[in-house]
């Protein structure tokens, strides 16, 4: 039981106050949840780990260059952040087909697209987080143009990074998913979590299609052995980051 008013709970995560108005707790949960929370269930150990990571490669990627909202963590679950106003957009990068892309347009699981495909998403779970076309996008004005054009530079940016990342580790990253936040001076900010609850990672070493998947795919299909898949990144990624 915590002292202090929870501001909100997400799915996957409780933010708090602190003291300090412009810092916030993030407290990750063993919560899963998939399509549009219809499936619910709980990974072991899943809280400590997603965090663990995201921590890890936001504190990199800042060291690149790229403005994120990590302060520190303060406990194994526990992340401290700069307070942002979350856009309301879920941004999605894909370098090879999966999810529902594969569902939308038919390409076959696992085709390498010619570029990274950058695709914007409206963070709204009662409308089931419709894709958003470019003039969509304007029309709704959820963010200026000058900033959806820097998001998009932004998550391409990361995309290189991190590909190369977990290339290193031995694992593809097929796609992923971004928030972005503004903070009190109106900077844009990299937030959320970047995790295997938001990421497609696949084992390199493993061709089978069931085998290779080491993130939230395995609850979504019901693969068994999720725990240990999400183990297996967070070793490889603290591995990685300490070879740095
Ligand atoms: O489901 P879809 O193929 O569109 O997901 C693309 C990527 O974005 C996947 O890595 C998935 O885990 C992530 N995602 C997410 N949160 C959502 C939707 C997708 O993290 N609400």
């Avoid at 000058?146 to 694992?171: D, P, S, V, W």
Wanted: aromatic share 8%; with cysteine; net charge negative.
């Amino acid at each position: 039981g915590s002292m202090v008013e929870k501001l909100y709970e997400g799915k996957a995560k409780i933010l708090y106050p602190t003291e300090d108005e412009e810092i916030l707790l993030t407290y990750f949960k063993d919560d899963a949840t998939a399509f549009n929370a219809q499936k619910r269930g709980q990974i072991r150990g899943k809280g400590e780990i997603n965090c663990a990571i995201s921590a890890a490669l936001f504190e990199w990627l800042e060291s690149l260059g790229i403005p994120t909202h990590y302060i520190d963590r303060p406990e194994r679950d526990r992340m401290r952040v700069k307070a942002v106003k979350i856009l309301p957009i879920e941004v999605v990068v894909r370098n090879i087909a999966a999810g529902s892309l594969c569902k939308q347009t038919g390409l076959p699981e696992g085709k390498i697209l010619p570029y990274p495909l950058v695709e914007f998403y409206l963070k709204n779970d009662a409308l089931g987080d419709p894709l958003l076309t470019r003039d969509r996008l304007a029309i709704l004005e959820l963010a200026t143009p000058q900033q959806l054009e820097q998001i998009e530079a932004m998550a391409l940016k990361i995309n290189q990074h991190l590909r190369e990342f977990f290339e290193r580790c031995g694992i593809t990253l097929v796609d992923f998913k971004l928030e972005f936040g503004l903070d009190s001076g109106g900077q844009l900010l990299l937030a959320d979590e970047i995790s295997p609850d938001t990421c497609r990672l696949w084992d390199k070493a493993e061709t089978d299609p069931k085998a290779r998947v080491m993130d939230k795919d395995r609850f979504r299909r019901d693969l068994g052995e999720v725990e240990s898949a999400y183990q297996r990144v967070q070793q490889r990624v603290l591995e990685q980051i300490a070879q740095l």
